[in-house]
C-alpha cells in the first residue's frame, strides 16, 4: 500500500522539480504538466463491498496495487447488507462502495433513501441464479423435461407455476427471497416469475412489500444469510449472487435451477457507486479509482490462471469467506445445478469481456422499466424522462476519461473500449420469454409484457 508519507514526499518531490524548472527559465514537459494537474484531490479511500464474488473487481484493484498505480491508499471493508451499504457512502463514511446497479437508480429517483449517487464504472455481467428448497425441487423435478437422463435447462417458470398451485391449493403460501428492493436479483426474479405465468407481486404507494396480487411472497433476505434462511422454511427459495447458490448445492439443502444468464444474457450486475457531490469535488480521483478498477476487470477475464488466483484470493475471511471451491465452481466457467451436474457456464461471470465495465445508458433504462413494471415508479412516464434519468445518473463520460488515460500510458488498447457509443446497445434479445429490448423505446417495451404495469396504469 502507499502510505501518507510516501504520497505526500511524491507530491514534495514533484513541486520541487516544478520550481526548478520555472526558476531555470524552463516549462515542465506537457506530460509532467498533465500528470501534476491530473492528481488526486484525495489518495487516502474507504470503500465497501458485500460478500459476493462480484466484489472481485474491488478485491483486485486492491490485491494487485491497482489502485496504488494511482496514487491511492485504499481500504476495502465488508458491510452488513446493501442498505447499510448505501446509507455509509450517502452520509460520508465510505467513498464509494460495489453496489447493485438499482442502487444509484433507486436513490436519484427516492424509491427508498433519496440521494444523487452515480456510476462510472459497471463491475461485471450476471453472477446470479435462483435456488429452491428440496422439499420444492423434489415436486419441481418430476414436472421437467429430461434428455439423456438429465434435466433440460433453461428451467422456466411455467413449471414451477404448477408447484406453487399445488401449494396454494393446499394453504401453503410459496416465499422466495432477494437482497433488496432495488436489486438485479429482484428484476431478474420478477421477470423469470412472470415469464412463466406467475405473478411477482406489485409495490404501491401504501404499501411497499412488493407482495401486492404476488402469487409469491418476495422477500428481503442479506446474501450471506440466503442459505440458513431457506434451510430453516423460512423461505422457499431465492434468487442471490455467488458463492450462495452453489453453497446451497455443496450444504445439500436446495438446488439452483437457473441462472440470471439464462433469464437475461449478459445482463448488467453491479456498478461502482459515489455520490454526485463527492464525485464533483474529487474528479481526478474517480477517475484514477475507474482506472485502477478496468485494470482489475481486465486482469480477470485474461486468463484461467487469473481466475484460479482470484478465488484463492476471494476465499479469504476478510472478502467472500467461502471455501475457494464453492467459489471455483461459478468463477471459472462452470456452475452446478444438482448435485454432480455441472455444466459449463463461460457467461456467468464475466468481468471485462463485451464491454461488461463501460455504465450504458440502456441498461439503465432497462431497470427503469423494471422498477415501474412492479410500481417502485408509481405513475407514468415519458420515454425522456428514462433518458434523462439515465444520463444523470450513469456517467460513460468519467469512465471513457479513465479509459483513455489506460490507452495513452500503453495499459489498454482503443479496440478494448466502445469509444464510439452513444450509450445505446442497441435491440437486445436473450431474454428467457423472448421480448426484444430497445433501450431508445421504454415505454413501447413495457407494453409487451402480459404481466406488469403499462404505461397508463398507476401503482
Excluded at 461485471?124 to 428440496?134: C, F, I, Q, Y
Excluded at 455444466?343 to 415501474?372: E, G, K
Excluded at 426484444?436 to 421504454?442: E, L, S, T
Amino acid at each position: 500500500m502507499n502510505s501518507p508519507l510516501r504520497n505526500d514526499r511524491r507530491r514534495l518531490v514533484g513541486a520541487a522539480l516544478a520550481g526548478a524548472a520555472a526558476a531555470a527559465g524552463l516549462g515542465l514537459p506537457r506530460s509532467a504538466q498533465a500528470q501534476k494537474k491530473a492528481y488526486p484531490e484525495k489518495e487516502s479511500l474507504k470503500f465497501g463491498f458485500i460478500k459476493l464474488t462480484d466484489c472481485a473487481p474491488l478485491v483486485i484493484a486492491y490485491e494487485k496495487r491497482f489502485f496504488e498505480d494511482e496514487g491511492l491508499s485504499v481500504t476495502i471493508e465488508a458491510q452488513a447488507n446493501w442498505k447499510v451499504l448505501l446509507d455509509r457512502v450517502i452520509d460520508g463514511q465510505l467513498d464509494g462502495a460495489h453496489m447493485l446497479a438499482g442502487q444509484p437508480l433507486g436513490a436519484s429517483i427516492g424509491f427508498g433513501t433519496k440521494a444523487d449517487v452515480i456510476t462510472a464504472f459497471s463491475m461485471d455481467l450476471n453472477g446470479n441464479a435462483v435456488t429452491v428448497s428440496n422439499e420444492v425441487w423434489n415436486d419441481l423435478k418430476p414436472l421437467l423435461p429430461t434428455a439423456d437422463g438429465k434435466v433440460q435447462h433453461p428451467i422456466k417458470a411455467e413449471y414451477l407455476k404448477k408447484v406453487v398451485d399445488k401449494w396454494k391449493a393446499a394453504g401453503k403460501p410459496f416465499k422466495m427471497g432477494m437482497v433488496f428492493p432495488v436489486s438485479t436479483h429482484n428484476y431478474e426474479l420478477r421477470y423469470w416469475l412472470a415469464a412463466g405465468g406467475l405473478h411477482p407481486g406489485f409495490y404501491t404507494p401504501s404499501d411497499v412489500t412488493g407482495t401486492v396480487k404476488g402469487d409469491v411472497l418476495i422477500s428481503v433476505t442479506p446474501p450471506p444469510q440466503m442459505p440458513a434462511t431457506m434451510e430453516a422454511g423460512t423461505i422457499n427459495g431465492y434468487c442471490v449472487g455467488e458463492p450462495w447458490n452453489q453453497q446451497a448445492v455443496f450444504k445439500g439443502i436446495g438446488v439452483p435451477v437457473i441462472t440470471d444468464h439464462q433469464i437475461q444474457a449478459h445482463n448488467p450486475e453491479k456498478v461502482f457507486g459515489v455520490t454526485q457531490g463527492w464525485a464533483d469535488k474529487h474528479p481526478n480521483t474517480h477517475v484514477a479509482v475507474v482506472k485502477a478498477l478496468i485494470r482489475a476487470g481486465m486482469w480477470l477475464d485474461a486468463s484461467m490462471a487469473n481466475r484460479i488466483e482470484a478465488v484463492k484470493i476471494l476465499s479469504k475471511p476478510n472478502y467472500v469467506g467461502a471455501d475457494a471451491a464453492v467459489i471455483a465452481n461459478s468463477m471459472t466457467g462452470t456452475f452446478e445445478f444438482e448435485k454432480g451436474d455441472k455444466r459449463p457456464a463461460p457467461d456467468f461471470n464475466v468481468f471485462f469481456r463485451n464491454h461488461a465495465t463501460y455504465p450504458f445508458y440502456s441498461d439503465a433504462i432497462w431497470y427503469l422499466t423494471q422498477m415501474r413494471r412492479w410500481g417502485q415508479i408509481a405513475e407514468s412516464k415519458p420515454d425522456s424522462w428514462y433518458f434523462e434519468t439515465a444520463k444523470k445518473v450513469y456517467r460513460p463520460d468519467i469512465y471513457l476519461q479513465a479509459a483513455k488515460a489506460l490507452i495513452a500510458e500503453g495499459k489498454a488498447k482503443e479496440g478494448d473500449f466502445p469509444m464510439k457509443s452513444d450509450g445505446f446497445k442497441g435491440q437486445q434479445g436473450g431474454f428467457i420469454d423472448g421480448i426484444v429490448y430497445d433501450g431508445r423505446k421504454p415505454n413501447e417495451y413495457l407494453g409487451k409484457f402480459k404481466i406488469g404495469l403499462k404505461s397508463a396504469d398507476k401503482a
